[in-house]
């Protein structure tokens, strides 16, 4: 029931209407695994679903149809005729729409990749059950699901065949913001603050799943050491697992995963061909393009920099959790996450790992900001010095910001982001750094646009007269705000 659905409000808007019009509609949700998809259709159309199947992962062509039957045979009055093919499914699930009353007819088509399997016709099957008669209804409401990117990208929502351009509305179902953690922890009877969701959220992101497997009874500390640290974990083997039901060949996103983790700020395209070993081609470009789609990685042109320039940075907080704590390794000892919070291994990850989470709440930021009204762009920006000596004393040293707000009204918000689970004092010698920072992209990239500087850290400043320095500031309750 829609009550039960936490957040969503945009997807559930857009289904209600789709599920309005007067013409059939063909729906593809799709996403990262266990993000919510099912839980989203079930709870939405409850009890309106007149016909729903589940493709049957790593089995063959005869139980997928044996398994389609069984749901025919469940939704209708007289039990279907034994299907021998695809043809034969389409054919007896149109009998059985035809034989019901007037009225929309909702059609639920769960884990669809599943049932393509080899030789076995289906995306052709289903291709003339819509294009010969499904899309000539008014009542025909078709949604499907799946977690395999690879194929629901490349067999229907990028299909050059029967079913090009047949998909009526495509959904990407992300991970939950804050926000919506935050609620979602409430429902359940959780009592964790602010600051325990963004450390929750900086190790599980937003998934659905993940943050189903929470004990109540445990802190997020606890949590994760028994998710992740604990023999038989839920979470021990999920990295490989979720890129493997994600997309075929997931040996190669897994290499461009890993050089991406290696480089926080990014990659262009042919740095990943040479770390990777992977040709620089247009398959390069459409598993980049993969990545991108499930909101794994993000695209962006640098400050200063063309298109042609882009750079491509992992932005998964699990998958960077997994790769800089688990990879390779079995953490069994007792209280080891605990312990790992005062190691110099922990404070690099969580620095990183709370930019992620600022990069997945850049509308909250720009919201904290005040700027909602112009037109930012979110980037970075980095300098290395020349071989030769510059005159410039400033411009000898190399230096990066890893957050800049490009506005439209002459201006740039220049976004110093630290994590800290207190406030966050800075210190002469930071200042100092800060300073200089600001200097050298002036004189590099020659803006006149004014700098604002701004700091985002979970817990505030502390105030002394440097961080009364700071223009801005934006604290983790703001990141918590809900358009």
């Known amino acids: 029931m829609e009550q039960n659905i936490i957040g969503r409000k945009e997807e559930i808007r857009r289904l209600k209407k789709i599920m309005s019009t007067p013409r059939s509609e063909f729906v593809a949700i799709y996403g990262r695994r266990r993000v919510g ?55 007896a699930l149109r009998q059985h729409i035809e034989s019901l009353p007037q009225g929309v007819k909702i059609l639920f088509f769960d884990e669809l990749p599943w049932f393509d399997t080899r030789g076995a016709k289906f995306l052709s099957a289903l291709e003339h059950f819509w294009n010969d008669w499904a899309c000539y209804r008014r009542y025909i409401k078709l949604i499907v699901c799946g977690s395999a990117t690879t194929w629901m990208l490349d067999k229907l929502l990028n299909n050059r065949g029967g079913l090009h351009n047949r998909v009526t509305h495509k959904i990407l179902l992300s991970p939950f913001s804050l926000n919506e953690v935050e609620e979602y922890f409430t429902a359940g009877g959780f009592s964790y603050s602010r600051q325990e969701i963004i450390d929750a959220y900086m190790v599980v992101g937003g998934v659905a799943y993940y943050l189903s497997l929470f004990d109540a009874d445990k802190s997020v500390v606890g ?5 992740c640290f604990t023999r038989g974990g839920d979470l021990e083997g999920e990295f490989p697992r979720l890129y493997k039901s994600l997309f075929k060949n997931s040996e190669n996103y897994i290499s461009i995963i890993t050089a991406l983790y290696e480089k926080g700020q990014g990659m262009t395209r042919l740095e990943i061909a040479k770390k990777t070993h992977l040709t ?26 063309q298109k042609k320039d882009s750079l491509f940075q992992l932005i998964d907080p699990f998958t960077l959790f997994y790769l800089h704590f688990m990879n390779g390794e079995r953490n069994f000892l007792s209280g080891y996450w ?12 969580s ?26 762009k979110p980037c970075s920006w980095s300098y290395t010095p020349p071989k030769a000596t510059p005159d410039d004393e400033d411009l000898s040293d190399g230096t990066q910001i890893d957050l800049l707000i490009d506005r439209s009204d002459k201006t740039i918000t220049v976004c110093e982001v630290k994590y800290s689970s ?61 358009p």
């Open 37 to 91: 998809k099912t839980f989203l259709v079930k709870e939405l159309f409850e009890g309106k679903i007149i016909f729903r199947v589940t493709g049957k992962e790593n089995t063959s062509m005869r139980d997928q149809l044996m398994n389609f039957s069984r749901s025919l045979d469940a939704n209708s009055v007289s039990s279907s005729s034994p299907l021998e093919s695809w043809d034969d499914a389409f054919r």
């Open 223 to 227: 949590n994760i050491e028994s998710l």
């Open 351 to 376: 620095g990183h790992a709370f930019e992620i989470v600022c990069l997945h709440h850049i509308e909250q930021i720009v919201h904290a900001l005040g700027i909602d009204g112009v037109i930012n």
């Open 422 to 482: 207190a406030k966050y004092e800075i210190g002469k010698e930071y200042a100092e750094h800060l300073e200089k920072r600001l200097r050298i992209f002036k004189k590099v990239t020659k803006t006149t646009k004014s700098l604002n500087c701004t700091f985002i850290t979970p817990n505030g400043l502390v105030n002394n007269m440097y961080g009364r320095r700071i223009m801005r500031e934006v604290t983790g309750d703001d990141l918590f705000w809900q």
């Open 338 to 349: 605990q312990k790992m919070q005062t190691t110099g291994k922990y404070n690099s990850w």
């Open 280 to 305: 620089l081609n247009g398959n390069l470009s459409k598993l980049l393009r993969n990545l991108c789609e499930c909101e794994f990685v993000r695209e962006y042109t640098p400050f200063g920099k």
